[in-house]
């Protein structure tokens, strides 16, 4: 006796009901919350009334040179991390697409890094960055120039802090993007290949009308995603530099969660979140749009 | 000739990636095995990863000066509840979203993919008032909830579900099944790639989770490591050989599970980037 | 769907409007003992230990009541704090570092002790400590120790570059004078580095130590008289000429970083701009090398940090007659000199000071005693300390860093104003 084909909401209803309710209360809710306390002045443990203040939360922060410099921190970071760690990452996944012995074991050390928690990670580098002649990275530095460089305190310089934290943030994530575009090359079928190598392409024609095109959708989540983290960048300025020295280091979150968490200016750090919000939902309507673009 | 000189090539610039990719994590843990006076100054000689006399007494210190034990069951527990949970109700969202016919199900649809452009970040100020005037802090609870529904989770339970093949359900539904007894009998065990999939990448996320522990716990009753190492980092006396036998005790657990379910992990995050 | 919605929307009109209202427990009912949740922050390893044992003993000593500790890291302590009042769990006894006070007290997080504590007890606190510890009038903290900072030294090495070593704060050295011996002393050093300055610590630290440099200089980090202002006292000529000297011994590469905490003990450095409690460690590597000096003299007077870590009892707290026994016995003088012994810090009642070997009238570190007088700066007893503390920290990175002092003084104090105006000037709240 086959049931018949029937409205199924009850049901239905109650296998998404938890995730509803959890998305509704933890995501949806906390997100209307931050546009509502935007425009407050409500601060934490005050025993002044909360007032509604307009858009004078987001002329504040805008108005404020530290904060811009965050903003143009979290800008820098994702011009340059996007492109050098996608690049990066497809060199080794090219590398490691290759019939070759021992890639397995290759493959598993470049993507070690990406089971490593952020804050571990940021307490190693601080060793490794440690200033003067003894500092791992300025000794290997000083050996690669012949003794020609010297040695600098990465994190208390303003000009080395946010590089180095970059520096430490493609050594955490490159394995990440690396798998993700070893399984978009795999994916492209071998007659693709056959078929230039038939029109007479060599190895770069090859690249370049074959993989990359073939890549195109695969590179374009791999920017994206890796844009989106270059915005949530947090732990490791925390760790590792405080947002220093002065705001060279300092990022949009990290300003959010200081206002809200260590200085209770929660309608403050409110208003950045809502910022740092409008900025990702840019960068995906960018991505979707290229994706439509598609063929 | 020239092939095999191309090949030497490969092999120089593969090796020359993996020592530079190893060379932190060797560093860490040969610090952890030398005696903390030792580590610092050696931190730049060839020491650093040649140490030559090597001790434990870091990881004693470590277990005598901290409560390991307790962040280790923390951060395990609350992952395992993250995943276990993630896992149940996404997947059902998924389901009811893929296969069935339910009034509502276009402005669920709807609100899960604009939910996924959201990042938690952009959402933990307000949360982190909310659960504070609720008086909602230092809870296993407070850092397991938040993170249990997750839009990212659904939709690619969603596009899995999608590819299954009816012929099973259909079977099923003949057999007189209803949506949980074809879900529990007949999806959960034929889509067993796309929980391990989803299972990896949400432990993947979740695992290193320092911001929101950060700011809802206070002691160390239910902090999770990646807190713990934050806060013993800037702990007197600053021990280096401490600080780095910490962290190798902190990822050995799950580099042990990452070298045993290699194949999923890296599974797991290629599907996120081909459904992504 | 609308009323999945409108259910929202209301919640988070009710989330907006709530007021983090106090659900006040029902007395301790009378079975078993009473629970004392006590929160302490981390501190060093001899401090912990001892308030651990000293927990157990008076655990022992009332078995009506049973204390739990609970340690905090000290990073973020304020802001743990802030949110553990506003979610309604703050303990019943807190511990926190001297100034944060006010703002608890302006807050209505803390209870006056005038009634819970006996005047003996009360009485026989410092004055130093009674002053840190009331406002508006009434005591609502008592500190078991106050702090002492100077310049810890190896004689030795300042006598080979013939140093004058100061008897007292009245005699220290110049800032002059001591950017000079700085100089003598990295000529006979072999990376140059010859000062510490705890650059490695984090936090309250660099308000306690560096801003008795804008006092020795005749500026500060604010008003001591109302109206309440930072602008015009933390960004003054003074202020910016004084901080400029501390760069410029940074610049010079004087300063050892410090990133093992082993500048001192390691033999790396003649001099460490340090706390008492670095005494029992410092003692255990230098031996009678070990001398103690105050701090340079910018001009208007050496100067010095006071205040430390104590303890009040908070309006959550439903016995506060058990907790104001557990302060008492913290504060009689087996348990002041047992924790002092164990961190070098002054004990924090005179009973304790008169019997202490290390602060008695030959006593090794009696300076911290003589400064507690004359030298010892208060740091400024306002609810806006959180905020001073955190504008002044952020201030001192980045003149630590290189960065142009005047701007970094400034945009703290713009900062400090601007939040002093936000909170009405910080009147208090009936």
């Given at each position: 006796m086959p049931r018949p084909l029937t409205d199924q909401t009850p049901a239905a209803w109650s296998m998404a009901a938890p995730a509803v309710a959890g998305l509704a209360l933890f995501v949806g809710l906390p997100f209307l919350v931050a546009f509502g306390l935007a425009f407050t002045s409500a601060r934490l443990g005050s025993p002044l009334p909360v007032e509604f203040l307009g858009w004078e939360q987001f002329r504040r922060i805008l108005a404020d040179p530290a904060f811009l410099r965050a903003l143009a921190n979290n800008g820098l970071f994702a011009m340059v991390v996007v492109p050098l760690q996608t690049v990066l990452a497809l060199g080794l996944a090219l590398l490691l697409n290759q019939p070759l012995r021992g890639l397995p074991l290759f493959r598993t050390l470049f993507f070690m890094p990406v089971v490593f928690p952020m804050s571990l990670v940021a307490v190693v580098w601080v060793l490794l960055y440690a200033p003067g002649g003894t500092g791992p990275v300025n000794a290997f530095l000083g050996w690669l120039s012949f003794g020609a460089w010297s040695p600098r305190d990465f994190l208390h310089d303003p000009a080395w802090a946010l590089p180095a934290i970059m520096l430490t943030s493609i050594w955490q994530g490159v394995g990440f993007q690396m798998v993700i575009l070893l399984a978009g090359l795999q994916a492209i079928p071998a007659e693709r290949y056959e078929a230039a190598a038939i029109d007479g392409a060599g190895g770069w024609g090859q690249f370049l009308h074959v993989t990359l095109p073939g890549l195109r959708n695969t590179l374009i989540f791999v920017v994206v995603v890796t844009s989106i983290l270059a915005f949530r960048l947090f732990d490791q300025v925390r760790i590792m530099t405080q947002g220093g020295p002065g705001e060279a280091s300092a990022t949009v979150i990290y300003a959010a969660v200081r206002a809200a968490f260590e200085r209770q200016q929660v309608a403050r750090g409110a208003a950045m979140t809502v910022v740092f919000f409008l900025i990702v939902l840019a960068v995906t309507l960018l991505q979707r749009r290229l994706l439509r673009q598609e063929r | 000739m020239a092939h095999s000189l191309r090949r030497a090539i490969r092999y120089l610039l593969l090796a020359a990636a993996a020592a530079l990719m190893v060379a932190p994590v060797a560093i860490m843990v040969v610090g952890a095995l030398k005696p903390d006076a030792r580590v610092l100054p050696e931190a730049g000689t060839l020491q650093a990863l040649f140490p030559g006399r090597l001790t434990l007494e870091n990881f004693a210190d470590v277990l005598g000066r901290t409560r390991f034990g307790l962040f280790l069951f923390n951060s395990l527990f609350i992952n395992a509840a993250i995943v276990a949970l993630g896992l149940a109700v996404n997947s059902l969202a998924g389901y009811a979203l893929a296969r069935l016919r339910w009034r509502g199900r276009g402005v669920v649809l709807a609100g899960v993919l604009a939910l996924l452009v959201i990042p938690f970040e952009a959402i933990a100020v307000p949360l982190f008032w909310q659960v504070t005037l609720l008086g909602w802090r230092d809870t296993y609870l407070v850092q397991i909830l938040p993170f249990t529904a997750n839009a990212f989770a659904i939709y690619l339970f969603y596009t899995f579900f999608l590819e299954l093949p009816r012929e099973l359900e259909e079977a099923a539904r003949v057999d007189g099944a209803g949506p949980w007894r074809t879900y529990l009998a007949v999806v959960v065990p034929n889509a067993r790639p796309a929980f391990a999939s989803v299972a990896v990448l949400t432990f993947l996320t979740q695992w290193g989770a320092f911001l929101w522990p950060l700011m809802v716990t206070?002691?160390?009753?239910?902090?999770?490591?990646p807190v713990a190492i934050a806060t013993f980092f800037t702990q007197p006396p600053l021990q280096w050989g401490d600080i780095l036998a910490f962290g190798v005790m902190m990822v050995a657990p799950v580099l042990l599970l990452f070298l045993l379910f290699q194949g999923w992990f890296v599974r797991g995050v290629a599907a996120s980037g081909i459904k992504g | 769907m609308r009323g999945l919605i409108a259910g929202l929307l209301l919640l988070a009109a009710l989330s907006l409007a709530a007021c983090g209202e106090e659900s006040s427990a029902p007395p301790g009912a009378d079975d078993g003992p009473v629970r004392l949740r006590v929160w302490v922050h981390s501190g060093q390893p001899g401090e912990r230990a001892v308030i651990r044992d000293q927990v157990a003993r008076f655990n022992a000593a009332e078995p009506g009541v049973q204390v739990e500790l609970t340690v905090i890291p000290e990073g973020g302590y304020n802001a743990q704090v802030q949110a553990a009042a506003l979610a309604g769990d703050l303990p019943d006894v807190l511990e926190f570092d001297g100034p944060f006070l006010y703002s608890y007290a302006w807050q209505g997080h803390l209870r006056p002790l005038d009634g819970l504590l006996p005047a003996a007890v009360r009485d026989d606190l410092l004055p130093s400590l009674a002053a840190q510890g009331s406002w508006n009038g009434r005591l609502y903290a008592v500190g078991a120790f106050d702090s002492g900072l100077g310049l810890w030294g190896r004689k030795s090495l300042l006598e080979a570059v013939g140093a004058r070593l100061p008897a007292g704060p009245d005699a220290a050295w110049s800032a002059t004078e001591f950017a000079q011996l700085l100089e003598r002393l990295a000529e006979r050093d072999s990376d140059g580095a010859v000062l510490d300055l705890k650059l490695n610590y984090t936090g309250e630290w660099f308000t306690y130590a560096f801003s008795p440099v804008l006092q020795s200089a005749g500026a500060d980090l604010v008003t001591r008289a109302p109206p309440l202002r930072a602008g015009g006292v933390l960004d003054s000529g003074e202020a910016v000429a004084a901080l400029r000297r501390v760069q410029d011994w940074i610049r010079a590469g004087r300063v050892d970083p410090n990133l093992d905490d082993a500048a001192f003990t390691g033999g790396r450095v003649a001099l460490s701009w340090a706390g008492h409690w670095e005494y029992p460690r410092y003692r255990k590597a230098v031996g009678d090398d070990l001398v103690l000096l105050p701090l340079p003299d910018f001009g208007a007077g050496s100067r010095t940090g006071q205040g430390s870590w104590n303890w009040a009892i908070t309006t959550r707290c439903d016995r506060p007659e058990a907790a104001a026994r557990f302060l008492g016995f913290l504060l009689q003088p087996d348990e002041v000199l047992a924790m002092t012994a164990a961190n070098g810090a002054v004990p924090g009642t005179r009973r304790a000071v008169a019997r202490s070997p290390l602060y008695g009238?030959?006593?090794?570190?009696?300076l911290f005693v003589a400064q507690l007088g004359e030298n010892a700066v208060p740091r400024p007893r306002t609810p806006a300390y959180p905020v001073i503390t955190s504008a002044f920290q952020k201030a001192f990175q980045d003149i630590r860093n290189g960065l142009d002092v005047e701007e970094a003084l400034r945009r703290a104090a713009a900062l400090i104003d601007q939040d002093i105006q936000d909170n009405r000037g910080y009147r208090a709240v009936e």
């Open positions: - | 206070s002691g160390p009753a239910v902090r999770p490591l | 009238p030959a006593g090794p570190l009696r």
